[in-house]
C-alpha cells in the first residue's frame, strides 16, 4: 500500500484545514479491511495517533486533545482529516498510516503508531 499526503499548511489559531490522503495497492477481497489513520510528530516527540478509521465499517477512533475539533473520513481510497479550531499546539508534520486488520485488532491499536506498517511521507502543519 503507497499512501501520499497533501493539504497542509500555515493557519491561524481558529482556523482550518482539510488533508488528504491518496492510497493504492490494495490487492484483492481484503481492500476493505484496513485500518487507516492519522499521526502526528513533531521533533523531540514520539508519534502521537490523532484519528483511526475502520474502512469496513467505517467505525472512528479519535485522541482526547481532537475530539469535537476534527473529523476523520474515507471515500474509495482517499483519507481526509477536517481540522477546526486549530491550536497552536496542533503544529506538527501529520503522517497517514494503514494497515490490514480485523475490526477488533483495529478498535485494539487504533491510536498506536507502532501497529501501523504503511506510511506516507507526511505534510507540515503549522498553527500560529
Known amino acids: 500500500v503507497q499512501l501520499v499526503e497533501s493539504g497542509g499548511g500555515s493557519v491561524q489559531a481558529g482556523g482550518s484545514l482539510r488533508l488528504s490522503c491518496a492510497a493504492s495497492?490494495?490487492?484483492?477481497?481484503?481492500?476493505?479491511?484496513?485500518?487507516m489513520g492519522w499521526f502526528r510528530q513533531v521533533p523531540g516527540k514520539e508519534r502521537e495517533g490523532v484519528a483511526t478509521?475502520?474502512?469496513?465499517?467505517?467505525k472512528r477512533y479519535y485522541a482526547d486533545s481532537v475530539k469535537g475539533r476534527f473529523t476523520i473520513s474515507q471515500d474509495s481510497f482517499k483519507l481526509y482529516l477536517v481540522m477546526s479550531n486549530l491550536k497552536p499546539e496542533d503544529t506538527a508534520m501529520y503522517y497517514c498510516?494503514?494497515?490490514?486488520?480485523?475490526?477488533?485488532?483495529?478498535?485494539?491499536?487504533?491510536?498506536?503508531?507502532?501497529?501501523?506498517?504503511?506510511w506516507g511521507q507526511g505534510t507540515q502543519v503549522t498553527v500560529s
Open positions: 495497492g490494495y490487492t484483492g477481497y481484503r481492500y476493505k479491511r484496513y485500518c
Open positions: 498510516a494503514a494497515v490490514s486488520a480485523s475490526a477488533a485488532d483495529c478498535q485494539r491499536a487504533a491510536l498506536k503508531s507502532a501497529y501501523f506498517n504503511h
Open positions: 478509521v475502520y474502512t469496513y465499517d467505517d
